[in-house]
C-alpha cells in the first residue's frame, strides 16, 4: 500500500512560478514511477510529467515541457514538479501518482492506474 500526499498548490498570476511536492509513505519498489497529473474543471485527467525512481529518467507532456520540471528526493521519499512561467490554461487541481513502471507510454494510455494523493488546487490569474 503506498500513500501519497500532495502539497505547494495556491493561487499565483500568469507567469509566475510554484513548487509542488508529493510525500511518499508505505511500501515502494525501486521499479516504481511517480508521475504527476492534473484535472481542470469540466475536462478529464491528463498526464503532466513523471520520473523513474530507478535511475531519473523524466517525460514530459508537451503542454509543459520546458516549463516544468519533475524531480526526485529518494532519501526524502519526496517528489516535486516545478512549475514556471504559470499561464491560466494550467489551473487544475494537481494529482500524484505512483505505479510499477511499464513505459512511459502507459501514463498516457493507461491514466487511471496506481496510487493516488488527494490532490493540490494550483490557479493561475490572469
Known amino acids: 500500500q503506498v500513500q501519497l500526499v500532495e502539497s505547494g498548490g495556491g493561487l499565483v498570476q500568469a507567469g509566475g512560478s510554484l513548487r509542488l511536492s508529493c510525500v511518499v509513505s508505505?511500501?515502494?519498489?525501486?521499479?516504481?514511477?511517480m508521475g504527476w497529473f492534473r484535472q481542470a474543471p469540466g475536462k478529464e485527467r491528463e498526464f503532466v510529467a513523471a520520473?523513474?525512481?530507478?535511475?531519473?529518467?523524466?517525460y514530459y507532456a508537451d503542454s509543459v515541457k520546458g516549463r516544468f520540471t519533475i524531480s526526485g528526493d529518494n532519501t526524502r521519499n519526496t517528489v516535486y514538479l516545478q512549475m514556471n512561467s504559470l499561464k491560466p490554461e494550467d489551473t487544475a487541481v494537481y494529482y500524484c501518482?505512483?505505479?510499477?513502471?511499464?513505459?512511459?507510454?502507459?501514463?498516457?494510455?493507461?491514466?487511471?492506474?496506481?496510487?493516488w494523493g488527494q490532490g493540490t488546487q494550483v490557479t493561475v490569474s490572469s
Open positions: 501518482n505512483a505505479r510499477t513502471f511499464t513505459g512511459y507510454s502507459a501514463f498516457q494510455s493507461s491514466p487511471d492506474i496506481g496510487s
Open positions: 508505505g511500501r515502494t519498489l525501486s521499479a516504481y514511477a
Open positions: 520520473i523513474r525512481r530507478s535511475g531519473g529518467s523524466t
